[in-house]
């Protein structure tokens, strides 16, 4: 995997897409840097709303970030993609997150 430099190097020089997103949204949330992870992570699921993975660190870096009404709705929006898709194992898991949260 290309490392954070480089991919953030990628989107300055204008190539913006919802994995590149997901990939630097991803390296934030590890970071515990969740501004940045809500950023990159809100971008890439308004590029491409059916990825499921997506959803799910959104709802990580906003529960991060105290903002739990919002996390609650990000874990939703996965939950219903990952079921649409059949993605059975990213449905469960963000099942587990929002249950925490309730």
Do not use: C
Request: glycine share 6%; net charge negative; no cysteine.
């Amino acid at each position: 995997m290309m490392d954070q430099v480089n991919l953030e190097k990628m989107l300055e020089q204008g190539t913006d897409n919802a994995l590149l997103r997901y990939t630097l949204g991803s390296l934030f949330l590890k970071q515990k840097a969740y501004a940045q992870a809500v950023e990159h992570l809100t971008q890439a699921v308004t590029l491409d709303p059916q990825h499921s993975a997506s959803w799910k660190h959104l709802g990580k870096a906003l529960t991060g970030i105290e903002r739990i009404e919002e996390a609650v709705e990000s874990y939703q929006k996965g939950i219903e993609v990952a079921e649409t898709k059949g993605d059975i194992q990213a449905a469960k898991e963000m099942r587990v997150f929002l249950k925490r949260l309730e």
